[in-house]
């Protein structure tokens, strides 16, 4: 079974992003071993220079670094990312048991992105929309549309 880690910059708070991503990490037991990883968000003033914001993107992507276990195909969430549809993210999940890698994990960033070391570092980078969305929302995203693509594997009718 296929190994899928989401690490996340940031903490969810809100009660309806919880129990969206409990909802869809129950659905997905049945077709992965889903981990889902927080890294604290390093805390910067109200308005920080980008000095101050590029040293905490590179604290977080030290945090980042150290929970993609080894064998990874790592997908960075960014804004840089190429777009792609449900069935063409599903080309991402083998189907045959043959796994050139043993862990898919999918990167999202904090409120300021990833550091580019971390994208530079992903086999893909993936954008949702060119529209902007708060990272947590971007979490319930992502995990729908991995469920989505083992619905669409399986042939279900779950996506239409």
């Known amino acids: 079974m296929l190994s ?41 003033p109200q308005k920080p220079s980008q000095s101050e914001i590029s040293a905490a993107l590179e604290k977080e992507s030290a945090a980042i670094r150290a929970k993609i276990p080894p064998n990874s195909r790592v997908v960075a969430l960014c804004i840089e990312g190429r777009m792609r549809s449900s069935e063409e993210l599903v080309r991402m999940f083998p189907t045959d048991g043959c796994l050139a890698y043993k862990h898919l994990v999918f990167l ?31 979490r319930v995203m992502l995990l729908e549309q991995i469920y989505r693509a083992f619905k669409i594997q399986e042939g279900s009718a779950y996506h239409k």
């Open 4 to 44: 899928v880690h989401v690490v996340c910059v940031g903490k969810l708070k809100e009660t309806f992003y919880k129990d969206a991503c409990a909802e869809y990490a129950k659905r997905l037991s049945a077709y992965c071993r889903l981990t889902l990883t927080e890294i604290p968000e390093v805390k910067l």
């Open 108 to 138: 999202i960033g904090g409120s300021y992105g990833l550091h580019p070391a971390v994208k530079a570092d992903a086999q893909m980078l993936l954008s949702m929309s060119p529209m902007t969305f708060p990272h947590h929302l971007a």
